[in-house]
Structure formats: C-alpha cells, structure tokens
C-alpha cells in the first residue's frame, strides 16, 4: 500500500513513516518545516538535535533498506499538494500537518491567525486533493482528545445520541475545547464530517490524548532518527517537562491544583492505531471517530509517577504547584470512551516505571543541552 | 451611542447602517466589496443598479442629513481594522463580513478556502480588535438558521441541555449545517463563544432565516439607497428568484419535492431585532444566541404564497419542480425555538399578500433588466 505523511517532520510524523516503511508500504512525506521554525524563533529548540529530512530519510535507507521519498512543502499550498497527490498516489493518508501546540495558539493575534488557517486550510486541501484525484484514499487525521474539553457527562467515540422531549437525535459529540489550538481541532474534524456526508470521502478521526515515548524499534539503532524531543512552555508536553525537571534537579512543576485528568499512551501505541486504521479503512463516507488513549492520569499522579520513577536512578525530585497558566477545570468528571481500537486489536503499552526510566536514561545522556529558562510557563489564557 | 458595520455595502449592512443612523445613533461602514466583485466575475449582478458606498453615503446625508463615514478595506487585513477601531472606538459591532452564499463556497477549490479564510479570520480578527482596543464593545454577529441543519430533534437557541446516564451537561446546541458556508457560520459562532470564555467578550449571534424585502423607510425616498437585490443561483434567494421568475414568466423553480421548511423574516425584522440586540447587550462573558425568524415555510408554499400574490397583479405564474441541486432533506422535523427575540419585544412583519406585490411591483419596473440564464442552478453538491 502506498501512504503519504503529511506533516512528516514531527513527533508523531516521523516515527510513523519509518514504522510503515519497515512494514513494506510504499511512504512518502511532505513537511513545511513550521515546528523547527517556530522552535529557531521561539528559543525552544529539541533536546536531541534532529537532522533535517533528507538527512533522516538517507540515514533510514542505511539502517532498514527501505526508501522514505521526502517532499519540502506546504500542504496550505494547494498546487503543491495536488502534484504529490498525482505523482505518487496514496492509497491512505495520515494527516499530522497542523500547528499542534496550545500555548503557541494563544500566544498572540498572529498565531492564532497562523493556527486558524493553518490548520484548516490544510484539512480542506487534502479534502480537495483526495476529491480531484481519488474519491477512495482513506483520510486518517489526528485529533485530540482536548476537543472535548471536561464535560460533565460521558465522553463517547465520536457520536452522541441525546433524546429530547421523546426525540432522538444522533449528533457529532458536542465539543467544548480549552484552547484556540484544540478549537481548530475540532473544527478541522467538522470539516471532515461535512465532506463525508457530501462527497462520500473516507475519514478516520484518532482523538489523542498527549503522547509519551522517545525512542521507537525503528530509531533505537541511531539517536539522530529518535522523534522530536520538545521539553518547553510552548511545544512540549507535561510528561517531558517533568522529566527534563527531575534530570535538572529543579521542581517538578504542576499547574494548579494538579487535577486535570488525561488519557494518555506510548508512541508505539500510536504507531499501532495509525497502522490499524489504516488497514482498517473507513467505508466511503464514513466520518469514523476513535478516542486514542491508553489510560487516564491526574497530572499530580504523572508527578509522583516520575518522582518515583526518579528516586531509583538516584534523582532526588521535588514537586511544585505554579498558578495555573490556563483556564481550565483543575478537578472535573472525566469518563471518556476508548474501546475502538481496543476492538480493531490494539495491544497497549502503559507508563510503568522501565518505561519511565527509559526516558529519563536518554533525557539524562543530554542533560548538559537542557535549558531551563524554557520550561517555565510564558503563554497565559 | 457609536456603531461600526462591518460589511456595511452588503444586503443587510447597508440598510442596517441608515437605520441606525437615523435613530440617532454615530455609524461608521467598512467594506471590501467582496460581494460585488464576485457578482461581477460571475455575471449576476443585481436588478436594480447600486451606487458605490461613498456615493450611497452622499445619498443618505442628503435625505436623512445623517453621515455615515465609509472606510473601504478588509476586516481580514488587522492593521486595517484595528486602527479603524482605535479612530471611532465603537460601542458595538454588527459582524456582516463573511462570504454570505451557500453556493458560492461549494463553487470550487478556491471558493472553499475563500469561504472558510474570510469567514473565520474575519471573525478572529474582530475579536482580537476588541480585545485590544475594549473589551467592552459588544459583537452583534450574524448567524444562519442553517448551521442548525434539519435535526428530528426541536432546535433550541443556542443551547441544548443533554441528560445521560444519570447525568447533565449543558453543551452549544450541535451543528450539522448543508454546504460549506453554513459550516464556516457554524464555526466562526465557536471561535466566538471560545473567546467568551477565555477572555470574556460580549457576544450577539443572531441565527437568521432567509431575510426578504427591498424596501425599508430609510431607502423609499430614492432607489439609488434600496437594499442589494440578488436573484441568481449565487447569490440569490428563493424568495428573490421565484419574484423575478414571476415578472419573468418563466415558471418558479422549486428544488427536489419543496418540503424544505426554513425560517423567513422580514427584512425590517433584521434592523430592529440588530437594534434590540445593541441596545441591550450581552454580559461580559457571555455568547447568547437568538434564533432570528418570524415564520416558517416550505419552499412549495412559499412557490405557492408568490403565484396566488402574482395573479391579483395579472402574472400567470406557473411552478415546476427541477432536481435538487443541493444535497438536502427534502421532508423533515423542523421545530426550532425563537422567543427570545420576542421577548426583548420585536414586533414582526408577516409575509402577507401585500408585501409580497410590493416586492413584486418593484421588480417590475425594473423587468428589462432581468437576466433569466442566472437564475437555473450552475452548482451542485
């Protein structure tokens, strides 16, 4: 099968075209280089330096044999995509090319304007693209979790059925998202939704929870292949925040009163989820929705998980509460539905100590590139 | 009080703009003249000639000895619309500068992204305007009956109470609107009803029916002041096409069976329901939403309404039922709530026989200008 990466520079993009590659598809990517960008000018550059793409796809090719064509573009630029669409003709794209930071959406008016077209005019362009050159190729986007902010009733895959004054209804779940980043998240997949139902197009939504994981099968041979490591205020995750702070000897710092409940899940998982949608595809103008996570924490749980964690590689780990920078429910109701991929035989990995204590051997084989002045919160909402 | 309109050439804008002004209240318009461009480009420009802005500015002072100062430019372009804020420092705002036609943005590629650009990033623009120069400026935005779909459920006014499991949450009332335009109207309400929540700005979404009617007081003095009459498949209305088909002698075009049920309301509706909105605006904090029609009606006895009014003016209107060109329910459930309007104390309009020969004697005397090759739909979906 052929499968193009959009957005396969990043985190999640990188690792999935090696995955697929060594699974003997046929993968090509296209990437506009936004996040190093936006880390070169925001002072929050990665942990682990990264070569550029050509250079990991040639380093790639050396360790597995398998070819990674590179294509340097905007998927905004809409002549652009539709000539990779017609020179390599995927059979299953995976959409990742959207700015994927929330803090960076509330940063100003030019990011939130940079985030509000970015991230929806590439959806209508890959949209356009699979309509003007094949109906059939499968649309798998990432999504987020974060759409559905903290309601107060269950969060199911997708789709709610409300009844109404003896009345049924099936609607997309209502979406109540925190941030302009997981608003255009939400809008992206409304988009999605509405040209399933008019053009029959294929879609599977993967609604994530925040990933954790640093190095794959694919990339453990040569750190240079290891996934964008991004520790900062901007594009980093709260998992690797703490787990520079505990290398750094410097408090663990949790927002508020620390009971913001996620669903979280390693890197191999989504690896695993991508492949099985994709192999999986949905049925022409199916609009499917899966919730992609593993298990839930409180992020004083993620804390105490890595101060554990910490304490027997000799990490002495202290733990602070900050103001909370964002306008979020600290405690909440949080019961989210993930049984979809469970179902399509998903095999989960879940954050135990070894898994914790991997990361932070490799955080620690860095420590001297660690900068703390980017970890502290500098974006409020 | 100091009002801004945005989108102040347009159909509503225009009107809105001298009947503000007449009531006393200072009036600035900003346009871009988008709608006329497009017109042009796609040879449907309106019945009945209309003056540039400033030229209708001119008008009006002279009747009404009211100005109303033009600024020519693009809400999307920020620069411009926050210095045009900082010079007349605006009490409210009525938001009419989006990409209005269904049509339109399902036309090609570069409508749709036309569509969602402007749409969104005008909206987004207004926002961040506000919320530099005053928070306090309250946004009238005008909405769509259509972002609501056609739900077997009763449409609520914004929101809609969901009891689950034993559990309750109240969530924005689903969206599940029929072209691409309806959804930007859908999406530029959750950029609005975002930022009331994170930076509590005060927001007005109007969610209009179909508005019909050319004349109001302000403009019966001189047709040169009359709203923008559009009869095409762009641009036009159903109500404005089955009127000029009437004149025409062609016979009405009902789309599909006709069960489609709509909201309509009166254009003299629209100005005094934008006024009840300014004059007692929302909350800091708050998105509230009026559903914004008087009546409702399916497009046969809409058909119906305009033959049996013709007759009484010696027009033998005939009706004759083409394919759907748009992908929609052609019988459906159609309940939606719309009380909150009359309680701030609209006073509706009806469309009576009366008001519908005055429409049609209007476009009689402009019959030699009748098109009839721009009214048969050129876009389907």
């Known amino acids: 099968m052929r499968f193009l990466i959009l957005g396969g520079d990043g985190y999640l993009g990188w690792p999935t075209a090696m995955y697929l590659s060594r699974q003997g598809h046929e993968v090509a990517v296209v990437d506009n280089y936004f996040r190093r ?20 796809s040639q380093l790639w090719e050396a360790v597995s044999g398998c070819r990674i064509p590179v294509h340097v573009g905007d998927v905004c630029d809409y002549p652009f995509l539709r000539q990779v669409f017609q020179d ?5 794209l995976v959409h990742y090319a959207e700015q994927p930071a929330a803090p960076y959406s509330m940063m100003g008016h030019r990011e939130a304007i940079l985030t509000i077209t970015n991230n929806l005019v590439s959806t209508a362009n890959v949209i356009h693209a699979v309509n003007e050159t094949n109906l059939d190729c499968h649309i798998v986007k990432l999504g987020t979790m974060g759409v559905y902010g903290t309601p107060n009733i269950d969060i199911e895959e997708g789709y709610l059925e409300v009844e109404y004054r003896g009345r049924k209804q099936t609607f997309l779940y209502p979406k109540t998202p925190g941030s302009l980043y997981h608003l255009t998240k939400a809008q992206d997949g409304d988009l999605l939704y509405f040209y399933c139902r008019m053009w029959s197009i294929r879609v599977t939504d993967l609604n994530q929870g925040p990933v954790y994981g640093i190095v794959t099968e694919e990339s453990a041979a040569d750190e240079r292949l290891y996934s964008i490591f991004n520790y900062d205020d901007i594009f980093g995750t709260v998992l690797n925040r703490f787990l520079v702070q505990a290398v750094a000897g410097v408090p663990l710092t949790v927002y508020g009163k620390g009971g913001q409940t996620r669903g979280y899940l390693n890197l191999k998982d989504t690896l695993a989820c991508v492949e099985l949608a994709l192999q999986n595809p949905a049925a022409p103008g199916e609009y499917r929705v899966f919730n992609q996570f593993v298990e839930t924490f409180t992020v004083t749980e993620l804390a105490h998980r890595v101060r554990d964690a910490g304490r027997d590689l000799g990490l002495d780990v202290k733990i602070q509460n900050l103001p909370n920078p964002r306008l979020e429910a600290e405690e909440h109701y949080y019961q989210p539905a993930h049984t979809g991929l469970l179902s399509l035989g998903l095999q989960p990995h879940y954050l135990d100590r070894e898994t914790l204590q991997a990361m932070l051997k490799v955080v620690q084989q860095h420590r001297e590139r660690i900068d703390p002045d980017m970890i502290l919160p500098r974006v409020t909402w």
């Open 88 to 92: 390599f003709h995927p059979d299953g």
């Open 37 to 56: 960008r936006a880390c070169l000018e925001l002072n929050c550059e990665p942990l682990i330096p990264v070569p550029n793409l050509q250079h990991r």
